[in-house]
Structures are given as C-alpha cells and as structure tokens.
C-alpha cells in the first residue's frame, strides 16, 4: 500500500520559513519522482516543485523559484520543501506527490500524478 505523510506545516509571518517533510512507503523511493503541489481555496490544484528519481533534476513554478528548495534523502524515503522567505500568497494546502510522468516542458499538472498525501496546511501572515 503506498502511502505519502506529509508534515511540517504551520503558521508563520512573512517573510519566515517553513520546511515540509514527505515521507513515503510501499514503493521503491529512490527509483521515483516525486513533487509538491499545492491548493489554495476556491483554485485548482498546482504544481510547486519536483525531483526526479535521484535528485539530479529539479523543476520550480517560477513563483517559488530562488525561494523554494525541493531535497529528497533516498536513505531515509523522504522528500522535503524548504521554503524561504514565504508571502501570503504562498497560503494553501501543500500536497507531496508520486509522479506517474514528467512533463519535458517543465509544466507539471495534476494529470501527471499518481499518488497523493492528505496535505498539510501552509499560512503566511501579512
């Protein structure tokens, strides 16, 4: 049975940090992608941040480029989000995700899901 935990959620000020944790079991991790999506209310899911199999390659929405870090520690199945400097627009609900495909353009969407977490919820304060 696969499973995505994710953790790590809370609420800070503008301008904090948070860093979300993933971790995932009842699938071979290291051999994977996996990503953060994300959903504010009233908006369609979107896609925040990937990391292929080894973490050799990383892909950011431009609106958390430079501010977002995606890391995934093969050893331990978990995959992290350190997120910097946050702005109330950063405020939704944070999904890790199992990818079934990648999106060559860079420009994931939810139809390149397999597997969903419940989501931990993120809220930045002005």
């Known amino acids: 049975q696969v499973q995505l935990v994710e953790s790590g959620g809370g609420l800070v000020q503008a301008g904090g940090s948070l860093r979300l944790s993933c971790t995932v079991s009842?699938?071979?991790?290291?051999?994977?992608?996996l990503g953060w999506f994300r959903q504010a209310p009233g908006k369609e899911r979107e896609f925040v941040s990937v990391?292929?199999?080894?973490?050799?390659?990383?892909w950011y929405h431009s609106s958390v480029k430079g501010r977002f870090t995606i890391s995934r520690d093969n050893a331990k199945n978990t995959l992290n989000l350190q997120m910097n400097d946050l702005k109330p627009e950063d405020t939704a609900m944070y999904y890790c995700?199992?990818?079934?495909?990648?999106?060559?353009?860079?420009?994931?969407?939810?139809?390149?899901?397999?597997?969903w977490g419940q989501g931990t919820q993120v809220t930045v304060s002005s």
């Open positions: 995700a199992k990818l079934s495909t990648y999106s060559l353009s860079g420009n994931f969407t939810t139809s390149n899901v397999r597997y």
């Open positions: 009842g699938l071979p991790f290291s051999s994977v992608g």
């Open positions: 990391s292929s199999q080894h973490g050799y390659d990383t």
